[in-house]
Structure formats: C-alpha cells, structure tokens
C-alpha cells in the first residue's frame, strides 16, 4: 500500500519493506502510548480535584480572618506588609489566590469535558506540580473504553503515518538517484 501526501510517496512501493515494519511500529507505538491519556487525564482530574480542594481551605480561611477583622481580600493583603517576611508572606498568599484560580477553571473545564475532548485541552493539564504527581503514580493499564480504543486507533494511525512519512521524506532524497 502506497500513501500519497502533496504527490509525495510516504511509504516506498517496492524495496523498502523495512520502512512498511518501522510504520507499523510506530503505529503500535502510538496506540499504546495515547491509548493511555483517558486514565492518565482521569487520575490528572481527581489530584486536580485534591489541589483545588486543599487551596479551597486557605482561600476560605484567609477570608473568613480577613472579614472577622471588618476586611476585604484586598485590604487584609495590603496590611501584609512592613517587613522583608511579611513581603514575602504577602506575595506567597497572593499567588496561592491566582493558583487556587486558575486550577479552579481548569477543574471545572476537565469535569465538563469526555475524556476524548480532554485531548484538545493539553493547557488544562499543564499544572507542573500536579501533572508531576500524576506521572510518578501512574501505570499504563489495557484500555478497556470506548474512549481508549478511540485513542489507541488516533494514536496508531498518528503513528504510523508519522514514522513512515518522516522515513519516506528522509530516504527521498537517496530514492531521485536510484540509491533506495
């Protein structure tokens, strides 16, 4: 079988039946490998879940002290200030805020996305800390969904039309003299 991209053979006809097995290959690769993002972004979700609730207990209790005092949010930082320590303070709790935040909107995007529509999504699954969690627990397991056989044929396909697109435009140059 011949794959044609913009006239330009990606798998050799005859001769180069070693680029057809490293397609293959790498189509195998590909499915194995994204057949794994639907549990991998569901185990991402539920740490994601774990972070938002934890900042949801300082936001709360940060505001909660701020009101008991007569103060907003605001205020109550601004009063954070005088010292070197209580800069620091100020600025460590002001970016835990944007954090809390930010990781709410993209807990609340992933909840309401499938598992396939989290493939469009890679800048909600991109919290370092959590996304490293993650990694570290994570086992690839036999996808046994809908949603991970979608994905092993995407990443198969991908694959296999990568492994043998980049061989087939690498050996091109060799195929023009007669040399592959």
Same mark, same amino acid.
């Given at each position: 079988?011949?794959?044609?991209?913009?006239?330009?053979?990606?798998?050799?006809?005859?001769?180069?039946?070693?680029?057809?097995?490293?397609?293959?290959?790498?189509?195998?690769?590909? *499915? $194995?490998?994204?057949?794994?993002? !639907?549990?991998?972004?569901?185990?991402?979700? &539920? =740490? +994601? @879940?774990?972070?938002?609730?934890?900042?949801?207990?300082?936001?709360?209790?940060?505001?909660?002290?701020?009101?008991?005092?007569?103060?907003?949010?605001?205020?109550?930082?601004?009063?954070?200030?005088?010292?070197?320590?209580?800069?620091?303070?100020?600025?460590?709790?002001?970016?835990?805020?944007?954090?809390?935040?930010?990781?709410?909107?993209?807990? *609340? $995007?992933?909840?309401?996305?499938? !598992?396939?529509?989290?493939?469009?999504?890679? &800048? =909600? +699954? @991109?919290?370092?800390?959590?996304?490293?969690?993650?990694?570290?627990?994570?086992?690839?397991?036999?996808?046994?969904?809908?949603?991970?056989?979608?994905?092993?044929?995407?990443?198969?396909?991908?694959?296999?039309?990568?492994?043998?697109?980049?061989?087939?435009?690498?050996?091109?140059?060799?195929?023009?003299?007669g040399v592959a």
């Amino acid at each position: 079988m011949t794959i044609r991209l913009a006239g330009v053979s990606l798998v050799p006809k005859a001769g180069c039946a070693m680029i057809r097995v490293l397609a293959v290959v790498g189509g195998v690769a590909g *499915a $194995a490998g994204l057949s794994q993002f !639907p549990e991998f972004s569901q185990q991402y979700l &539920q =740490r +994601l @879940a774990g972070q938002v609730d934890a900042l949801r207990l300082v936001v709360v209790g940060f505001d909660a002290t701020a009101a008991a005092n007569g103060l907003s949010r605001e205020a109550a930082l601004a009063q954070i200030t005088g010292t070197a320590f209580l800069d620091d303070q100020r600025a460590d709790v002001a970016q835990t805020f944007a954090r809390y935040d930010r990781l709410s909107a993209n807990l *609340a $995007a992933l909840r309401e996305a499938t !598992p396939l529509a989290r493939l469009t999504m890679p &800048q =909600r +699954l @991109a919290d370092p800390q959590t996304l490293a969690a993650t990694w570290d627990d994570f086992r690839p397991a036999m996808p046994v969904t809908m949603d991970g056989a979608l994905c092993a044929v995407a990443g198969y396909l991908g694959g296999w039309l990568g492994t043998g697109g980049i061989l087939g435009l690498l050996l091109m140059p060799f195929r023009r003299r007669g040399v592959a």
